[in-house]
Every structure is written in C-alpha cells, then in structure tokens.
C-alpha cells in the first residue's frame, strides 16, 4: 500500500506545501483514491505518476475549502482528458451543490458520471476495488470525518507442507486451489480452504479530516497500521488561540497515539505559521519535537509528495521523500 502526500498544509499553501490532499493506492495499481482535494491538488498530481483517468474515489472530508476547492478544476481536467469513466465521490451533501453550482456556472457538461454518495445518508461501510471504506465522526466547527480504509482482494498462499503431507503432487490443480477454488483431482475432493490461507492480515489506515477530540478514533484503532491526522500547531499555540478553531495540536495526538501503541503515526495539515530554517519565526521543528517527547512510535511529519509504502508486515518505509 502506498500513501502519497500531495498537500499538507492548513488553511491557505506556503511555498513548500499545497493545501489538504492525500493519494492510497496499493503498491503498484493504476487505480488510486483521493482523499480531500484542496485547491491546486491536480497540479500537484501533475508531479507524481499517479492519473485522473485512473482515480477511482474522492473521499472529502469536510466543507472548509482548502480541503474541497480543488475539485472542479480537476473534474473539468478529467473531462478534458477525455474521462468515461464514472468517478465515484463521498463527501458532505453540501459538496454536491457545490460541483453542481460550479459545473453549471461555468457551462461545463461532464463527459462522465460521478456517483455521489453524501456522508449524511452514509450508514454502511463502502467497498472499492481494493479497499473497504468506512466514515468515522470527528468534531470540528462544521461536521468533518476520518476515513478508515481496509484492505481487500489480499492472495492466498498455498499450504505447500500440507500439499506435500498428504501427497498432491503439484499440477495445474495448485493454482486452482490457490485462486480459491475447489478441485477435484483423482476422484478426490480438494477444498481451497484446506490448503491455502490468507498471504497476510489486511492492511488498515486511517486519514482524518479536522478534529480536536482524537479520542474519537479510538474504537478503530485496533490493528490499525498508520494513522494520518492533522497536528495544526503546538500545544502552546493552541493554548494561545483558544479552542475555537477546533484543531489538534501536536501534544494531544502525540498522546493518544501513546496511549493506543499505534506504530505508525504521520501528521499532516500544518500551519503556514511554521516554516523551515532558515526561517526566524516559528519551526516545522517545533512540531516534531512536541510530538517526539509523548510518542515513541515512528512518527512522520508529512511533506509534499512524500511518498510512504506499507508494506505486507505493516511496516512503514518513506519511499521517495519530497526533497
Ligand atoms: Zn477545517
């Protein structure tokens, strides 16, 4: 599985980083979902390989606009790239009156279907090509989730010990058997199931939209590989803003992540107010360091078009760093 950072900053971009938009795919598959899509997130996709014809599901995951402007500009790019395909979009109500209004302003006839599903009448986990998607409830000043994607389609391995015990001499038959299907060979009923087992657990990830209250995401953190979430500012900073904006600061999801032993935690959605040296104001750093002193899991600071594989023994490794 991959996860691929397209925009990590909070609010408006800086130079270094565009506004809200994360690509999963699983490792080397042309299809991808999209989730969030903040303005100029398509011409971020432009600098990676990934492409609109192939994307197969935007997830959004709340109204505030560095998390959704983004979308039209890259509809009416997948039109004129000559998109068929139907491109399915899961988002608030609101979002859909949002296309809408601007699809019809700007007199542009889409040359696909988009299959709108509102996160209001959403009661039932989704199922994609290669992932089952379900919505988890934050708080924010506007409804705002977290998407948990879990993976699907995993292989089966053949059982070659026990092919071998009861002496099935290798033939066409193993492949069927590894495919999942039932076989008779020599009069005798072989059950896939017997001989095969699941080539490794299901890879789980979550990517949240703004919240404060990360307790929230508590019920679905049990075998959960990576969690992304936003870390607007440091404790201090939230302290000095009040609670009014409804963000995490660095301190409290570096302690819930202790406190549910995730091994993987990468934060994201900063604020433009911290920048890198050479810089005299506020440090990316300062982040990093917060959440270092409550987390001892690997912790990641997304960048721009980092690039991070999962892979099958849910171990994280940064692929292609952005710089
Ligand atoms: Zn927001």
Redesign the pocket.
Known sequence: MELIFLGTSAGSPTKRRNVSACALRKFGAKRWYLVDCGEGTQHQILHTKLSIMHLEAIFIT?I?G??CYGLPGLLASAMMSGRTEALSIVAPQAIQRFIEAVLDTTELPLSFEINFQSLESLDKTLKFRHFKVQKISLS???A?VAYHFCETGIGLRLDVEKLNADKIASGPHWNQLQKGLDVEVEGQNLRSSDYTFVAHAPRKVIIG??NDSPQLLAPFCEGLDVLVHEATYSQQMSDKIGPAPQHCSAKALAEFAQQQQLGNLIMTHFSPRYQYPPSKGLLITELEDEAKSYYSGQLHLANDFDNFRLTSKGELKLLIPSS
């Open positions: 709340h505030h560095d998390h924010h000043r506007v705002s939209g703004d």
